[in-house]
């Protein structure tokens, strides 16, 4: 029988925009120096969008609905929280991963490294 985090994890891969899925496609499987990254990892209450257990680093890939204040309020209250875990937060907007993946890649390879020293 699977959890209740496990199963909204699912759903939310399944879900996901094309902005996520074009990130995950450069991140996934060690691509970023070896590292493995989960995609929509349960941690705590919070489903990361990315996240590298061994780096403790988190991508998340933010669409519209966060540049809503209320959105941004929660936002900053889970990224406090999950910081408070031990884990890195970097965000990068929807608008970004789909107009230059590849400077966002490179953004998250050098947190990895900067993590990783």
């Known amino acids: 029988m699977t959890s209740l985090r496990t199963d909204r994890a699912r759903r939310l891969r399944q879900s996901a925009g094309l902005a996520v899925d074009r990130i995950w ?5 060690g691509r970023i120096d070896g590292h493995k990254f989960r995609r929509e990892h349960p941690i ?7 996240a590298c257990r061994q780096l403790r680093l988190v991508v998340e890939i933010d669409g519209g609905i966060h540049d809503l ?13 999950l910081e408070g875990l031990g884990w890195t937060v970097v ?13 966002l890649v490179e953004a998250v390879r050098q947190q990895a490294r900067a993590l990783n020293l």
């Open 25 to 29: 496609e450069r991140v996934r499987g």
């Open 44 to 50: 705590g209450p919070y489903c990361a969008d990315f």
């Open 69 to 81: 204040e209320d959105v941004k309020r929660r936002d900053a209250a889970r990224q406090a929280a």
């Open 91 to 103: 965000r990068f907007s929807n608008d970004e991963a789909l107009a230059e993946p590849e400077r």
